[in-house]
């Protein structure tokens, strides 16, 4: 509750313009109470944070759970994360200023859900193997391109820059993940790609 009640705080005052004692008057509890389970301000907004991204993984989790081929499953992978992304930084309000102001804090923040989202990536390459939908040699490589990709995507997503809509890229991010992980029958077209 208290995590809430400061994202709130933060997405219409901005972090540096509330204070503690605003958390606690907003969550109507004392600074004491506070002060239990926050050391300072900047642990807040580091929880704040945090909270955002296990809201994020528990969403990307659900897509990995779908029962869909292998390739439409990390299509959709990469449109829940932007969407998601997207979602935070309009749903925080001037608490975005603060996402993009103080990167290097929010990586810090981001990395265990930069590791459950790696895993998923890998779940689902691996599976689509298992299942004959996929031909990647290289798992780890394949997974840190894919997941490199769609961070680098988000700041263009967020502003709006991939095209008139985003439904328009949605054909293209298909056939980029079919044409690097597709599984490819014709020898001399697999010697091409292998290139």
Request: proline share 2%; charged share 30%; glycine share 4%.
């Amino acid at each position: 509750m208290l995590i809430d009640v400061a994202r709130r705080l933060f997405a219409r005052k901005g972090v540096e313009d509330t204070t503690i004692n605003d958390i606690a008057v907003a969550s109507g509890k004392g600074r004491r109470t506070l002060y239990t389970y926050f050391r300072n301000k900047e642990e807040v907004f580091y929880a704040v944070i945090e909270n955002e991204m296990d809201r994020m993984s528990r969403r990307l989790l659900q897509v990995a759970q779908k029962d869909l081929d292998s390739e439409e499953k990390l299509v959709q992978l990469v449109y829940t994360h932007l969407s998601l992304i997207r979602e935070v930084v309009i749903r925080n309000g001037s608490l975005r200023a603060e996402f993009f102001r103080d990167i290097w804090l929010v990586e810090k923040v981001r990395k265990q859900f930069d590791r459950t989202e790696v895993d998923i990536i890998r779940k689902i390459i691996m599976q689509g193997i298992r299942r004959g939908e996929l031909d990647v040699t290289n798992i780890p490589l394949s997974v840190d391109i894919i997941h490199a990709c769609i961070k680098g995507l988000e700041v263009p997503y967020i502003y709006g820059r991939l095209g008139s809509s985003i439904a328009s890229s949605r054909p293209l991010v298909k056939q980029v993940i079919h044409r690097a992980m597709a599984k490819i029958d014709r020898p001399d077209e697999a010697a091409d790609y292998r290139k």
